[in-house]
């Protein structure tokens, strides 16, 4: 018993896991279970398979069945009739071969065939006559009976389309033969009927498409130009006239000596029709006739675009405000039916895709509107069946308060007179204006049958409306727009993988000859000014240099002069153009002003780029001498007793001046050294400070080519292309005003309450003992009065202090180089004797730097630059004392004269010249002095990189670069100078 209970017990365990891990199984199964399926289209299921549209997948067709023309169903064989047809699977069963062979029109009876077999296994009938295959009741025959129409009066019968009914023939026939029959003496053509008229016997159907140099025999044209030229021209059919006109701007209205092509037949048309008269009071508009051309004779452009304005005034701002741009476009099909009036907003005109805000923001009046992409070949096949025609027009509410149209005229560039493309060069006086357009035309280039793909599409891949204002309005009035439109040939060969390039755009513009006449008006006054500015400051600079005569290195300097001046006169034109357009056009309420086409900003654009190389030139000639000055420290330190030293050679001790330190001299040195790059602004403040005020304020967006002066945008609206003017005229402002405020902040606030480092630089050389004389040109250099009234600065920190108070109290005498005054600045100007002699002392070290066969082998350079250092001390310092009578200085005033035109007017012959300067103008040999010409190259550099990338983070950063570029250069070159020129050692300078 227990054996059978533990079997029992194992089998009903063992069905348990088993149930277990099947559930498992199933379980895991599902969860990897991928739901794929092969992909399968309707092409790839042959002919004895159908596409299933449930299972997505080729399935077999019945027996006696085969695939239908869709793919998508089956149908029966030929000779085989439908039992039974539910919409989804059919029953077929083969007619009798001997007694029924053919199959009825509605394909589920059999029946005897008057008249023979078609490929279909259906009866057919000899032509005029209709198939008969059910008496009046429904009953089937049991053969056919082919019934022949009477095509003569009064039934004028003949078959229907399907060829099951006899119905009224033609008008054409019936007007022309009284009969169904066309007769030999006529023209037969697109189904109609025409007697013998002027329009040519034959016909041009063949499509030229000249970009792609190859040509079309369209069947569109073969079928309907003749039929519908002949009902035009004979019957004033309507929409015949307008088919017509349709095929002539599908040859894209061009016009040659042809006169049996869809454009050379209008033509006849409409000269034939002259008595006709004309409608709406338009001479160029033929009544029945659409209006295709204006006119047919050259030199009418000017006169249609300029003779009257549009009635209609545009305001920017104000209760007035009126910025809506309304287009109405009359549309027709291909057929020449009027479809209807449709507002041309959103993608009427463009065949871009996006939204409706930013596609309707073309028509906002000022707004210069962009947009540009790529469309998919097979989109526009399927989007584009056949052509859609327009004929644009402008709203407008006339003087009676009625809504009316103003026709607006087309620039088609493919449009050809005689072969000559006479719309794409620019003189007006070759154009032929025209009015309906097309966007795409996927018709014209079929061939053999409409149902075939097209060889050649035409594209309409850019449309510009050019809207002019008109000349010296004061109430936003403008002329007749313009809408430009150029058409692509499209070789259709890989519908799948090929795309076409569209744009469409709208460009507002006036007539910039007076603003030009300005510019230049300005640029040659101050152009003259600055000639006048470079001679003085070229007469100047060669008395500075003690130059007796006119040659070379004159003219060279005089240019350099020039360059700098003149890029000051560039430089103030084009920010007063930027500020002047950016004002004017942000600020307007009614419309009197435009922003220059991106065309016409090519030669403000070379204005700027004539202000920066010339103002870069005029920066390195700043630099160059900037890091060549001459210069030297004075110490007026004298020794403090003596002390013993041994003497050379023999050892014995003697006494010698105590020495005196050159620390001092080390570290005005090097204080000096850290002045030489000082500005009066911060630059990366300046760098971050505008870009805060471009980027996260908004100041950029009143760059953009639109009336609005706001400085935050919607991110969703449509953002209008840059303005290289107006971009110019915010950066220019927004980096001028910051650095004006920079230097106010820092020459007013900061250097009077917290830090001035040119007067404490001054300060220093005082308590230390020392003076710094230094020469910008060969006779001209600054002099800075440091010998300190206290007699010693090598002292300890408490007599320093004593010293200071006393000097505080007025205990001791007065700073100045004069007594009982305290100016400790000069400019001046020696004698050529002075500098020979500097230049004489100056003269061994030179000779170290020159050619080998000239140096001393056996002098010891530190001996020689200690030697130098101290004879110059010793001369510069009984110069200052007036110990040389032959080389002596008196100190003066500058006249008013002078300093306003920077030239000294008495010429140092006898005497040198020493000139009162309290303004320390000894920092023009520095870049504090220059923070002018810093500033507007650093602008411009900063535009000319912003013009190049339309960045203009990009600009500031390559803007600190080169800042920090220049910095170090002149850091260095300028350090080397330093210790050449003052015979300190490099190595002291840090």
Request: aromatic share 12%; with cysteine; net charge neutral.
């Amino acid at each position: 018993m227990l054996l059978p209970a533990m079997a029992t017990g194992a089998r009903s365990m063992f069905v348990c896991i088993s149930v277990l891990f099947l559930v498992l199984l199933k379980t895991r199964l599902y969860s990897c279970q991928q739901f794929a399926i092969p992909f399968q289209q309707p092409s790839h299921c042959g002919s004895e398979k159908y596409f299933d549209i449930s299972s997505l997948s080729c399935v077999q067709c019945e027996i006696n069945q085969v695939r239908s023309v869709s793919g998508t169903s089956c149908v029966c064989q030929v000779g085989h009739r439908m039992v039974f047809n539910n919409g989804g699977a059919i029953t077929c069963q083969k007619c009798p071969s001997d007694s029924k062979p053919g199959v009825t029109q509605d394909g589920f009876g059999c029946i005897r065939c008057p008249g023979g077999l078609n490929t279909e296994g259906k009866c057919q009938c000899p032509p005029g006559s209709i198939l008969v295959e059910r008496n009046r009741n429904g009953m089937l025959l049991d053969e056919g009976i082919c019934e022949a129409c009477n095509g003569f009066e009064p039934s004028f019968a003949v078959p229907n389309l399907f060829g099951d009914r006899c119905v009224r023939c033609q008008e054409t026939y019936i007007n022309t033969t009284n009969s169904c029959t066309c007769g030999q003496t006529n023209i037969p053509a697109g189904g109609l009927c025409f007697p013998q008229n002027n329009l040519p016997t034959t016909v041009v159907s063949v499509v030229n498409y000249a970009q792609l140099a190859i040509s079309v025999q369209s069947v569109w044209f073969a079928q309907n130009v003749q039929a519908v030229a002949a009902a035009c021209l004979m019957y004033s059919n309507l929409t015949a006239c307008q088919a017509l006109g349709n095929m002539c701007v599908m040859n894209l209205n061009s016009l040659s000596s042809v006169n049996n092509d869809a454009c050379g037949l209008f033509n006849t048309v409409y000269r034939s029709t002259a008595a006709l008269g004309s409608v709406q009071m338009i001479s160029f508009w033929r009544a029945n006739l659409p209006w295709l051309y204006y006119g047919d004779q050259a030199g009418l452009a000017s006169r249609i675009l300029s003779a009257e304005p549009f009635p209609t005034s545009f305001s920017f701002k104000g209760t007035a405000q009126n910025t809506n741009i309304q287009f109405t476009a009359a549309v027709y099909n291909t057929k020449g039916d009027f479809l209807k009036w449709q507002n041309v907003k959103g993608g009427t005109l463009q065949l871009c895709p996006d939204t409706v805000i930013r596609l309707n923001a073309a028509y906002r009046f000022g707004t210069t509107y962009r947009q540009s992409c790529q469309i998919p070949l097979s989109k526009i096949l399927t989007d584009f069946p056949e052509p859609m025609f327009y004929d644009i027009y402008m709203d407008f509410i006339s003087g009676n308060g009625q809504k009316s149209l103003w026709a607006v005229p087309v620039r088609n560039l493919n449009l050809q007179y005689n072969g000559q493309f006479v719309n794409q060069g620019d003189n007006l006086n070759n154009w032929y204006l025209t009015r309906r357009i097309f966007l795409v035309d996927t018709l014209s280039g079929r061939e053999n049958t409409l149902a075939n793909q097209p060889k050649v599409i035409r594209v309409a891949t850019k449309i510009t409306i050019s809207i002019q204002l008109e000349p010296k309005t004061k109430k936003g009035v403008i002329n007749t727009p313009l809408m430009t439109v150029s058409y692509t040939d499209v070789l259709v060969s890989a519908p799948d993988t090929q795309s076409v390039s569209v744009s469409f755009s709208v460009e507002y513009e006036m007539n910039q000859s007076e603003a030009q006449v300005q510019t230049d008006v300005a640029l040659g006054v101050l152009g003259g000014m600055a000639v006048l500015n470079s001679l003085l400051k070229t007469v100047s600079w060669k008395r500075r240099v003690g130059s007796p005569l006119i040659d070379l290195q004159n003219v060279l300097k005089f240019l350099l002069f020039f360059a700098g001046d003149m890029a000051n006169v560039f430089f103030v034109v084009t920010v007063g153009t930027g500020l002047y357009w950016l004002i004017f056009f942000k600020a307007q309420q009614f419309v009197t002003v435009l922003l220059p086409l991106p065309v016409q900003e090519n030669r403000f654009v070379t204005y700027v780029g004539c202000a920066f190389a010339l103002k870069a030139v005029q920066f390195l000639h700043k630099i160059i001498n900037h890091v060549s000055i001459d210069i030297f420290f004075i110490d007026w330190e004298r020794p403090r007793g003596k002390v013993l030293k041994t003497a050379e050679g023999n050892g014995d001790m003697k006494s010698a001046p105590a020495p005196v330190s050159i620390w001092r001299t080390y570290f005005v040195a090097n204080e000096w050294n850290e002045l030489q790059t000082l500005r009066k602004i911060n630059p990366v403040f300046q760098i971050f400070a505008v870009l805060f005020f471009l980027e996260v304020v908004g100041f950029s967006n009143l760059a953009l080519m639109d009336p609005s002066s706001d400085l935050s945008r919607d991110p969703q609206s449509y953002q209008a292309p840059w303005s290289l003017i107006l971009r110019y005229g915010v950066a220019t402002s927004v980096w001028l005003v910051i650095g004006f405020l920079q230097v106010i902040f820092f020459t007013v606030f900061y250097e009077t309450f917290v830090e001035d480092k040119i007067r404490q630089f001054v300060d220093l050389c005082s308590v230390s003992n020392i003076s710094v004389l230094l020469f910008s040109n060969r006779c001209f250099g600054y002099y800075i009065h440091g010998r300190s009234v206290h007699g010693h600065s090598d002292t300890n920190m408490e007599e320093m202090n004593l010293n200071l108070k006393r000097e505080a109290e007025n205990l001791c005498g007065q700073r100045g180089l004069l007594p009982s005054t305290d100016i400790q600045t000069f400019q001046v100007s020696i004698t050529n004797k002075m500098r020979l002699q500097y230049d004489r002392i100056r003269e061994p070290l030179s000779r170290r730097t020159g050619p080998s066969r000239l140096l001393d082998s056996s002098a010891n350079p530190f001996e020689q630059s200690t030697k130098a250092y101290h004879t110059m001390n010793m001369f510069l310092g009984s110069f200052i004392d007036h110990a040389h009578r032959e080389m002596d200085y008196i100190v003066k005033d500058k006249l008013f004269m002078e300093r306003v035109i920077g030239i000294e007017f008495m010429e140092p012959i006898e005497k040198s010249l020493f000139y009162n300067d309290d303004s320390h103008s000894f920092s023009d040999v520095l870049y504090y002095g220059n923070e002018a010409t810093l500033l507007i190259f650093d602008t411009l550099f900063f535009c000319i990189v912003d013009i190049g990338t339309q960045d203009f983070v990009v600009a500031a950063v390559l803007t600190y670069v080169q800042q920090k570029v220049f910095q170090l250069i002149c850091n260095a070159t300028g350090q080397k100078n330093l210790a050449s020129k003052t015979l300190v050692d490099e190595r002291f300078l840090i």
